[in-house]
């Protein structure tokens, strides 16, 4: 099994934070992991999709951050990203951890990503686990009954 990290890159300490969760979850669970980098946010769900078609992921993680700012910027890019990664989880019916904090300040973000704090990024990671075991339990329950 192998999974996938996408990790936006605009705010690179709370990246390397969420990123830092994330990698520890897995290692724990003794998955194997590989990263990609993006510079921010909205980039991810491209990069998801590019990558789906290597078919070499089990599963994906999706991390990055966005801060609220003075201009409308922050909902285009936290509701875009959100939409299109929903959409491709659901279209393609893939294993995904959802990682993209939104917050209104940086505090807010250190706060969540921290591995000693919130630590969102190993949440999200066990959130892809989940999903994956989820995915077996349906395909097995599919053969059983189908």
Partial sequence: MKILILSARFYDDIADALENGAKQALESAGIAYECVYVPGAFEIPAA???AMKTKKYD?????????RGETTHYDYVAGESARALMDLSM???????YGILT????AQAEARAHTDQGNKGAAVAQACLDMLNLQTQFAKSKKKHG
């Fill in 103 to 106: 917050c209104e300040n940086r």
């Fill in 48 to 50: 998801l999709s590019m």
């Fill in 91 to 97: 279209r393609k019916r893939i294993a995904l951890g």
């Fill in 59 to 67: 599963g994906y993680i999706a991390l990055g951050c966005v801060i």
